[in-house]
């Protein structure tokens, strides 16, 4: 059977049942037969093992959203502004990667310069969602989406600042975890260039993967700590103030009854219009966050989507935010750790998916309740493993 997870690859490279070569050549196979999904900017293919079997991400392909500088590799976050632009240093998360052995794919496509939430709009052309060509991708971090639900790569290193790591995982049926502020380093996003307050204020660098599980890997691996031990009989509250049109609804509501099996749940309303785009007064808002919402639960859940994926036609109509933030984006306003995992794949809506919302620095207990929805619900790929 093929490696599942990361542990599961780890362990059959650290056994000698596969080598890394093995696993470039695959995962290079992997990346000519999806060339059409435009997942990529720049392919590295890059073994930062050093030869070294035992390091923590050793053969493990993983990619970077094209906004994190990359020494001697272009950093273009998808603007034609920047379509030559060659750092000199490593982003200092691209600097854990490589200290962690990955196998580096390359630079994920996106939303030019992160500014939608569809990554139609690129210098190097639109990403295309792998489950459902005609549907959007999402964004801004389409690309890492994409190559992941693709089976390209298992993990990617990706922002969020209005929900555009969770987003797109949710168009793709993946798994976007954003931490809670602070918990992963920012430092070497297009380092140098000029940056709005708000978007510094909002943006999370965050992390794709095929499962929360995975994502839990990856953020042992990229976060400082030490982190709150996880919460093990999390009280729930299920978000009653969401917004979702009516099929979105009834597939929310039919998950969350699964929900209840896991956890005593009760309803709660969550302050979404008060996040707004002015970081005035966001950092009392965050102080307060924790006591206001999670005086008495652990956890919130809410769905990830407000409508069906729309296709490629009704986003290019609609406009640079044609999937709505509605539900992502408070968590980015109040600094909260938030994961959007897939629940179901609907002909009619494309991959359905619910986001489990934590307090500032409760990041494992989000994971792990994501980790026990996903044994009721395993994640699958959208096209055949790699190996």
Known sequence: MPPQTIAELRRRIEMNEL?????????????????????????????????????????????????????????????????????????????????????????????????GTTSLESHFGPVRNPRMKDRVAGGSSGGSAAAVASGICFATVDTDAVGSARLPAACCGVSGFKPSYGALSSKGILE???????????????????????????????????????????????????????????????????????????????????????????????????????????????????????????????????VAPANTFFANYFGLPAISIPIKMDDRLGPVALQVVGPRGGDLTVLDFARKIQKRCPPTLASPHPF
């Open 19 to 115: 080598s890394i070569d093995d696993v470039r050549r695959a995962i290079a196979a992997q990346l000519d037969a999806h060339k059409d999904l435009n997942a990529f900017i720049t392919v590295m293919l890059e073994d930062t093992s050093r030869g070294t079997r035992n390091l923590p991400l050793a053969g493990v392909p993983v990619a970077i959203k094209d906004f994190f500088d990359t020494a001697g590799v272009r950093t273009t976050a998808g603007a034609p502004q920047f379509a030559n632009r060659v750092p000199t240093e490593d982003a200092a998360l691209v600097k854990r990667l490589k200290q962690a052995g990955a196998l580096i794919v390359g630079k994920t496509n996106m939303h030019a310069l992160g500014m």
């Open 192 to 322: 140098g260039e000029p940056a709005d307050a708000a978007i510094l204020a909002l943006n999370h660098p965050s992390i794709t993967a095929r499962s929360a599980e995975d994502a839990s890997t990856m953020f042992s691996i990229l976060a400082d700590g030490p982190h709150a031990p996880a919460t093990s009989d999390p009280r729930v509250g299920m978000v009653g103030n969401y917004s979702a049109a009516d099929a979105m609804k009834r597939a929310f509501q039919a998950a969350a009854a699964s929900i209840a099996q896991l956890a005593s749940a009760v309803e709660v309303m969550v302050p979404f219009s008060e996040a707004r785009f002015d970081p005035s007064g966001i950092d009392s808002a965050r102080a307060s966050i924790n006591e206001r919402l999670f005086s008495d639960i652990d956890l919130i859940v809410l769905p990830t989507l407000v409508d069906p994926v729309p296709t490629v036609e009704q986003a290019k109509q609609a406009g640079s935010q044609a």
